[in-house]
């Protein structure tokens, strides 16, 4: 990363970035998710904080998790589902997602087509959370989550 810190421009095509590796959204295969990749942007420690892209392919979805830390959140390509907190709403092009620290959430992709968004974040962040059994219960006590889960009753 350090020989991309001294270059001040990155050309942009096709949502990849000149110079930036496309990595697997997770390394640990265990956690659920599916078709995502990311792009680490900007993680330099004078920043404090690091930005990523994210690309959840068309029906794909990233991991139901929560952390101690908060995401802040630019959808900059298609649309799609959100779950944060208790709530779940649509999501398109240049909409903004805060995610309190630890809300759950979650981005699920609108079939047919990929969302994209940027993600700053902490540069020092706790590891996410998964849910338990009990987590998924309560959560799906809520029947617009339960829906987004595909575990409606």
Same mark, same amino acid.
């Given at each position: ?88 709403? !649509?999501? #398109?092009?240049?909409? @903004?997602? =805060?995610?309190?620290?630890? *809300?759950?959430?979650?981005? /699920? %992709? ?22 338990? !059994?009990? #987590?998924?219960?309560? @959560?799906? =006590?809520?029947?617009?989550? *339960?829906?987004?889960?595909? /575990? %409606?009753?």
């Amino acid at each position: 990363m350090d020989q991309e810190r001294s270059r001040p421009f990155r050309s942009f095509a096709d949502y990849r970035w000149e110079g930036v590796a496309h990595l697997p959204y997770k390394e640990d295969a265990t956690t659920p998710f599916k078709t995502v990749t990311r792009q680490v942007l900007f993680h330099e420690p004078d920043m404090g904080c690091e930005l990523r892209y994210f690309e959840v392919a068309a029906d794909g979805y990233s991991t139901l998790e929560r952390h101690e830390h908060a995401h802040a959140v630019l959808i900059l390509r298609g649309s799609g589902t959100a779950l944060v907190g208790d709530e779940v709403r !649509a999501v #398109d092009t240049n909409d @903004l997602v =805060a995610i309190a620290p630890w *809300a759950w959430h979650q981005f /699920r %992709a609108t079939k047919g087509e990929p969302l994209g968004f940027l993600c700053m974040v902490n540069a020092l962040r706790d590891k996410p959370q998964l849910p338990t !059994a009990a #987590d998924l219960e309560s @959560l799906c =006590a809520n029947p617009d989550i *339960a829906a987004f889960l595909g /575990r %409606a009753r």
